[in-house]
């Protein structure tokens, strides 16, 4: 059960367009207000940390990992 409501674009979004939204609009995300976002680790958990925007998805994945 999610604690509280979410939103879901009605139609798929790509980072160009979100990132030109962001130029024309001077949005900042949820994470960037809070300065916590969330990420999926490799085993499929939730981890929650400062570094996580929709820029920067995976700060904490190791660059080996990326290497694989």
């Not at 979410?6 to 994470?31: D, I, K, N, W």
Request: glycine share 4%; net charge negative; proline share 7%.
């Amino acid at each position: 059960r999610l604690p509280h409501p979410y939103y879901l674009a009605e139609c798929p979004v790509t980072v160009e367009q979100l990132r030109g939204f962001v130029a024309l609009t001077h949005y900042h995300s949820e994470a960037e207000r809070s300065q916590m976002g969330t990420t999926l680790d490799l085993e499929g958990k939730w981890i929650a940390h400062a570094r996580a925007t929709w820029e920067n998805p995976l700060p904490l994945l190791d660059s080996t990992v990326m290497q694989e």
